[in-house]
């Protein structure tokens, strides 16, 4: 193995760079760009050179060997754009909260499909327990990286995070820190017992998520082709009840990319009356 050099950066030829655009374009449905090839060297780097390669094609070669699966998550966790906050889109919370209101029976679920580092499964999971209270009621976040699932399921974030949380509630499930964790604030136990975190890929979603009343994919679809588009919304709609809505980001549309599914309100859709 020869030893990696030691400049901050590894440099990448465009051969390698189309090897890593294809693999996390198979695995995620991510599209790189080549305008993205500084951030993909800028985010590999450092791994490359902590497992002491010099080059990029020595590094893949490492990845896609079947005995190396968790560099491969590795590799993924790095390369996926995690950007989020809490209630974000704050129209999209209040449709929830109608729809929690209007709920009849038990088992009102939601999904958080690209849930990132947890604060939109966390907003949602307040306003259900501000609606339904010790109802029964479900939040259920994945996302394909492992390290922000992690850091999901510790419910402990830095204060600056907390902008957008009303008042109340943020007073109510959300406790700050004090001493050596001052500046940060953590979800309550409670509430972190009513969400369940979990690892999925969206091109190959997990088969034991249930079925959900709302489903959220918001702010993520941005990074796919509009094939990829139509096939992952093909594969979330088989989780939707028959009754249900789902839920994409300001910046996106469906428009163009299922029959299925109709719009309600701008970036909100429910089921397509049945075809004859």
């Not at 901050?8 to 465009?14: E, G």
């Not at 951030?39 to 080059?55: A, D, F, I, Q």
């Not at 094939?227 to 009840?241: G, I, Q």
Request: proline share 4%.
């Amino acid at each position: 193995m020869t030893q990696a050099p030691n400049a901050a950066t590894v440099d990448i030829t465009t051969s390698e760079y189309r090897q890593f655009q294809k693999l996390i374009f198979d695995i995620a449905g991510i599209s790189l760009s080549d305008a993205k090839k500084l951030l993909l060297v800028g985010r590999l780097s450092k791994r490359v050179r902590k497992l002491e390669y010099s080059t990029f094609t020595e590094y893949f070669k490492f990845v896609t060997d079947p005995a190396h699966q968790a560099e491969l998550q590795v590799m993924v966790d790095l390369l996926t754009t995690n950007e989020t906050y809490f209630f974000r889109e704050p129209k999209h919370f209040d449709f929830l909260r109608q729809r929690a209101g209007q709920a009849r029976g038990s088992g009102f679920r939601v999904w958080s499909a690209a849930s990132s580092s947890g604060e939109e499964a966390y907003s949602m999971a307040m306003v259900l327990a501000d609606v339904l209270g010790g109802a029964s009621w479900e939040v259920v976040g994945t996302d394909i990286s492992t390290r922000v699932l992690a850091k999901a399921q510790g419910g402990h974030y830095p204060l600056d995070r907390i902008d957008g949380i009303p008042n109340p509630l943020l007073k109510k499930y959300c406790l700050k820190g004090l001493n050596e964790y001052a500046g940060t604030l953590l979800i309550t136990r409670e509430l972190r017992e009513r969400v369940r975190f979990l690892h999925s890929n969206l091109m190959s979603p997990r088969k034991d998520l249930g079925l959900f009343d709302l489903i959220f994919l918001r702010n993520v679809m941005i990074y796919f082709d509009n094939d990829t588009k139509r096939k992952v919304v093909a594969n979330l709609l088989p989780y939707l009840k028959s009754d249900g809505h789902f839920i994409v980001g300001h910046s996106e549309s469906l428009n163009g990319l299922t029959a299925d599914l109709q719009p309600v309100l701008p970036t909100i859709y429910r089921r397509s009356e049945a075809r004859p």
